[in-house]
């Protein structure tokens, strides 16, 4: 930003009212004249400043909110550079590049520009931190541009793709695969990566190797590869998760841990055999995009409320519900860390252990040598702990184990499959725990379910009949709803990133009376909505009326329970 020295810089604030002269001439007086530090200083917005600098360096001044650009423009110049000069390409006209700059008088960076991408540059003055943002706005863009690249360019060193990229595959020094499958085997990895998946499915068909991401929650066709590189493809991935490769008509479970721009990722693999070759499955868990604290996972605040108040109990049972890829690990862990204060000895019993937390006991389960969620427990219980998490409540000695330890003066975090929170008491009268027992000792269970949210960057309005809002929202007006039209930065799905939609009933002396009568799910749950409990439903229409989600995403995850 231009010095307040500048005679004609300094004018254009003032006959802008942007300041008045004498609050200039007093910061001038006192040996001050950054034009940043005043505008910080009196919480003047940016905008019209750099819009008086851009008149007096004559430089076209660009807002960069509403610019959207295609990402082969952006990528025209690499991010290094873009993070390093601070700039951005927002356009392309004709044989002109548009290009958004903190320092438009750079001309050797312009002059350097013009030779790297055979455009003329056309400098716009723009902040610095407009051009961060849509810097990390077109990130997975910049790393896409980036790999194809490097395939286009790469050699039959192994090492090359990866040492470029900053990927690692432990023990790689050891294999002797043929470059095009490493190649392949790396470009899935990749693209995994760049677009956030969870899993990667690797499914044989009679012609061609289907290569599917599950990206928040939904499976999408990525890549396809000839039939014939199959084999290949699967005995890479099966030697990397140390497999035995002459083995194909078996299932076969393994893992291996890969480090991608400084982020450890652990993956775990399932090999299944198919009519067509072998089906690969692997679940991505990477350590460093976990965001542990329950403030940040959608929980609505009257459950977040009653959840925090549980959780900080002494002793009893906390149940979390819901299926598989619920997010119910997740929740545990953010639980776990919300009252990890150093001060309680917090022991785990999982299957896996999915994410290390620092400061927590963690067991692996292993079924087939005979460390089972109650052989464990008991052993945990001998070691005075102040709480525990189990896995999951699979059978009946589990369950009265984890009963009894709440009992005891334990605060006992567990899961348990059920469609709805109140479910959850007559799935554990179902395994044969005691009445009396659940009664005692359990304090809430919340069940819940993984939507995914509208994409912040293409969220447009629309209207519904009053038909619909009246059965929906008990509103006769039509009613204003939100969706994603599709852009880059969601990979044209309309949704980014989910949210959490959940149940959560406190067990209180009502309901405990119900429990120890041995009542029905239906009853339990009609007792807890007299008395103020809110399904996932309506949980789930609140969130679509506060445009965070879709009618679509909350009636896939909640049509079975209502």
Avoid: W
């Amino acid at each position: 930003m231009l010095n307040l020295k500048n005679d004609k810089f300094r004018n254009l604030l003032i006959q802008k009212n942007i300041f008045p002269a004498t609050v200039i001439q007093r910061y001038l007086d006192d040996g001050k004249d950054s034009a940043e530090g005043l505008m910080l200083k009196y919480k003047v917005e940016e905008e019209p400043v750099l819009m008086a600098e851009a008149e007096t360096i004559n430089i076209p001044y660009v807002s960069l909110s509403g610019k959207n650009p295609e990402p082969e423009v952006v990528t025209s110049v690499a991010q290094e550079i873009c993070m390093k000069k601070e700039l951005i390409v927002f356009g392309l006209t004709g044989d002109v590049l548009e290009i958004a700059m903190a320092n438009p008088n750079d001309v050797v960076t312009i002059d350097q520009l013009e030779k790297s991408t055979g455009f003329k540059i056309k400098p716009y003055l723009a902040s610095r931190g407009a051009i961060s943002r849509k810097i990390n706005e077109y990130a997975d863009h910049f790393k896409s541009d980036m790999v194809k690249k490097l395939l286009r360019s790469i050699s039959d060193d192994t090492f090359q793709l990866t040492k470029k990229l900053g990927f690692e595959i432990r023990g790689v020094e050891e294999l002797a695969e043929q470059a095009p499958i490493v190649k392949a085997v790396n470009l899935i990895i990749l693209g995994a990566f760049l677009k956030r998946a969870s899993d990667i499915h690797l499914l044989p068909t009679r012609e061609k190797l289907k290569c599917l991401y599950r990206v928040d929650g939904v499976l999408m066709e990525d890549q396809l590869f000839p039939i014939t590189m199959a084999p290949a493809i699967v005995s890479r991935l099966k030697i990397m998760a140390k497999l035995n490769i002459t083995d194909k008509r078996m299932p076969q479970d393994g893992s291996f841990h890969i480090v991608i721009e400084g982020r450890e990722i652990d993956f775990r693999m399932a090999v299944t055999p198919t009519i067509h070759g072998e089906k690969v499955v692997l679940r991505i868990l990477d350590k460093s995009a976990i965001i542990l604290g329950l403030d940040h996972l959608g929980i609505n605040d009257n459950n977040l409320k009653v959840l925090k108040e549980v959780i900080q109990k002494p002793n009893g049972i906390i149940l979390i519900s819901g299926p598989t890829g619920s997010g119910k690990t997740t929740t545990l862990y953010s639980a776990l860390d919300a009252i990890n204060n150093g001060e309680k000895n917090i022991t785990t019993a999982e299957d896996p252990v999915e994410y290390e937390i620092e400061g927590i006991t963690q067991i692996q389960i292993h079924s087939e040598i005979g460390l089972t969620f109650s052989h464990v427990l008991r052993s945990i219980l001998r070691q005075d702990p102040d709480v525990v998490l189990i896995g999951e409540i699979r059978d009946l000695e589990t369950t009265e184990i984890a009963l009894r330890a709440s009992l005891t003066g334990h605060l006992v975090f567990a899961t348990v499959h059920t469609n709805d929170a109140p479910s959850a008491v007559t799935r554990l009268f179902e395994m044969g725990a005691e009445p009396y027992l659940i009664a005692s000792s359990l304090r809430a269970v919340m069940s819940q379910r993984l939507v995914r949210t509208i994409c912040s960057k293409c969220r447009e309005e629309y209207q519904i009949s009053k038909d619909m809002a009246k059965k929906y929202f008990k509103d006769e007006k039509a009613t204003t709803l939100y969706k994603g039209r599709g852009c880059v930065y969601c990979f044209n799905t309309g949704y980014r990133g989910r949210t959490v939609v959940s149940e959560l009933f406190e067990v209180k002396d009502f309901i405990r009376d119900l429990i120890v009568e041995k009542a029905s799910s239906m009853a339990i749950k009609e007792k807890a909505m007299e008395n103020g409990f809110v399904p996932m439903f309506s949980d789930g229409m609140d969130k679509i009326r506060r445009g965070i989600t879709t009618f679509e995403e909350i009636m896939k995850v909640t049509e079975d329970i209502e």
